[in-house]
C-alpha cells in the first residue's frame, strides 16, 4: 500500500528555517510528479512547491527566493526547505504524488499533514 509520510514542521520564529521531508513507501511502478501544498486555517489549499512530470519546478510567487524544492536520486522522497519564514507561512504543509503504485493505477495520493506555525 502507498503511503506518503511527512516530517519535519513545528514552531519557528519569523525569520528562522525548517525543511520539510517527504518519503514514498510502498511499491511504485512510476512516480510523475510530486510536492508540497499548504492549507491556512479558512483558506484553500494552495501548491506550495513541486517537481513536474517534466522534472521542472514550479512554486508559488510568496515563497520564490525563501523556499526550496529537491528530491532524492530515486525521486521516493521529496524535501522542501524553507527559510525566512513569515507568519503568512503558518499553515499545514502536505505532500502531494501522482504515481502508479506497482499494482494499481495511477492516483493523486496525499500525506497526512504537518503543522508549520511561525510566531514570536
Known amino acids: 500500500q502507498v503511503q506518503l509520510v511527512e516530517s519535519g514542521g513545528g514552531l519557528v520564529q519569523p525569520g528562522g528555517s525548517l525543511k520539510l521531508s517527504c518519503v514514498v513507501s510502498g511499491t511504485i511502478f512510476s512516480i510523475f510528479a510530486m510536492g508540497w501544498y499548504r492549507q491556512a486555517p479558512g483558506k484553500q489549499r494552495e501548491l506550495v512547491a513541486a517537481f513536474t512530470s517534466g522534472g521542472n519546478t514550479n512554486y508559488t510567487d510568496s515563497v520564490k527566493g525563501r523556499f526550496t524544492i529537491s528530491r532524492d536520486n530515486a525521486k521516493t522522497t521529496v524535501y522542501l526547505q524553507m527559510n525566512s519564514l513569515k507568519p503568512e507561512d503558518t499553515a499545514v504543509y502536505y505532500c502531494?504524488?501522482?504515481?502508479?503504485?506497482?499494482?494499481?493505477?495511477?492516483?493523486?495520493?496525499w500525506g497526512q499533514g504537518t503543522q508549520v506555525t511561525v510566531s514570536s
Open positions: 502531494n504524488a501522482d504515481l502508479v503504485p506497482m499494482t494499481e493505477a495511477r492516483s493523486q495520493y
